[in-house]
């Protein structure tokens, strides 16, 4: 959410933002936005005089009884009640504009990085940089699940019985491998400074709507019935919800935070063949990355954390390229996004494993997440980058690691974890 401020000073600007966003649609909330504002600020001054006038005439009441004039007494009483009846018509009308106004401030995008790219959709993404040699192999490269299948990991018609489209279950070496990407992961963030969390998997509505747009809501979270409850589609939700109408120590910042949790999403639409297996689910696990910072910060740490990934990955053998995420790509909250892209050799092209994007004050104002400076009340940036999630990091891993004869083998760093294995065998 932008503040409403920048709004009124400058509403070319915010259109401006919204046409690079190709968001049309929107721009006649900012003149409706603007017209409401106005009014607004027009009742609150009418109440705030007739307060004033209501305050001074009820003084009075006191002073004419005493004096033995209770005629005029009755009078200014009577003004006084129509004052109050005046202010409280005043109050609900505020109330219900300040609602609208709010709903469309939660609407309208938050500004975009003037070096992020113009482009209607993710198709017009632009590559930046690619990490190790992104190799073909020399024999052709199984589906996903036929991979896993071979290797006696992955059991999908249980759980289309039990739990329908969507999910699955993982056994033996690969569930092991599974866990052992995700803790290896949590250790890598550790080693570098972040502070482990385990987040609440449930949040409340309020929580939800300050961390994302209404559109992302509908189309991710599952809601729990009867209750005000979500489903988190990613930890980050609930990391971020912790902080809600909290004045932070200024010291303490920036707060470096990883944490895990199983994420559920509706995943609504259809997303292609190649989202077949278990590259698009509805539940998995996953270890993310949040950084609240002061704003002159925020970039820093967006560079910083999108590296920890790439560095991540490279350290598994898994080559990677780093994309700009276009204006037409990027959530309504989001100021900048990079997506980091894991070679696959079977389909010789890349496919998106991680995106960090930097949300400056959008959330925060949302939430009302600020720290105190001498110059008064600040609203913090906030971050987030996923670190790994196994299922789409499994495909990368699995095809990169593959040998001819159907076993994959197991990278130096994950061999702690995976009790000194140093390959997965065909069963």
Not at 294 to 309: D, H
């Amino acid at each position: 959410m932008i503040d409403i401020a920048i709004l009124r000073v400058d509403p070319d600007r915010v259109r401006a933002n919204i046409k690079r966003k190709f968001q049309d649609k929107k721009l006649p909330l900012v003149d409706e936005v603007l017209q409401l504002d106005t009014k607004n600020r027009a009742l609150k001054k009418e109440g705030d005089e007739l307060r004033a006038m209501r305050n001074t005439l009820s003084s009075q009441i006191g002073m004419l009884i005493k004096s033995g004039k209770k005629d005029e007494a009755e009078k200014v009483k009577a003004q006084v009640s129509a004052n109050n009846l005046r202010i409280n018509e005043l109050e609900k009308e505020q109330q219900d504009i300040s609602a609208r106004i709010k709903q469309i401030m939660m609407t309208i995008p938050n500004f975009v990085a003037d070096d992020v790219p113009v482009g209607k959709d993710d198709s017009e993404n632009v590559q930046l940089e690619t990490f190790l040699e992104a190799k073909e192999k020399p024999f052709d490269v199984p589906y996903h699940t036929e991979i896993l299948e071979k290797l006696g990991g992955i059991d999908i018609d249980s759980a289309r019985r039990t739990s329908g489209q969507g999910f699955y279950y993982l056994t033996g070496d690969i569930a092991r491998l599974h866990s052992a990407i995700l803790t290896y992961a949590r250790d890598f963030m550790i080693d570098h400074g972040f502070t482990y969390v385990i987040p609440p998997f449930m949040i409340r509505s309020e929580v939800v709507s300050g961390v994302m747009s209404f559109d992302e809501m509908d189309n991710m979270m599952y809601k729990i019935e009867g209750e005000d409850l979500y489903l988190i589609g990613t930890s980050e939700h609930s990391m971020i919800g912790r902080f809600m109408d909290t004045i932070l120590d200024e010291k303490s910042l920036p707060l470096k935070l990883t944490s895990y949790s199983p994420c559920f999403r509706k995943e609504k639409g259809a997303h292609g063949i190649e989202e077949r297996g278990i590259y698009r689910i509805h539940q998995f696990e996953k270890q993310e990355m949040i950084v609240i910072c002061k704003p002159e910060e925020s970039e820093y740490w967006y560079n910083k954390m999108w590296n920890l990934s790439v560095e991540l990955f490279v350290s598994m053998g898994i080559p990677v390229r780093t994309l700009a995420c276009c204006t037409g790509d990027l959530a309504d909250l989001k100021y900048k996004s990079l997506d980091v892209e894991a070679w696959s050799p079977r389909q010789k092209k890349y496919f998106e494993v991680c995106s960090c994007s930097n949300l400056t004050d959008a959330q925060a104002r949302r939430l009302g997440i600020r720290y105190k400076t001498d110059k008064g009340m600040v609203y913090a940036h906030t971050l987030n980058n996923t670190v790994v999630a196994p299922p789409r990091m499994l495909i990368a891993f699995l095809e990169n690691h593959l040998n001819a004869d159907g076993s994959v083998n197991i990278p130096a760093v994950l061999q702690p974890y995976m009790g000194g294995k140093t390959k997965i065998e065909v069963k």
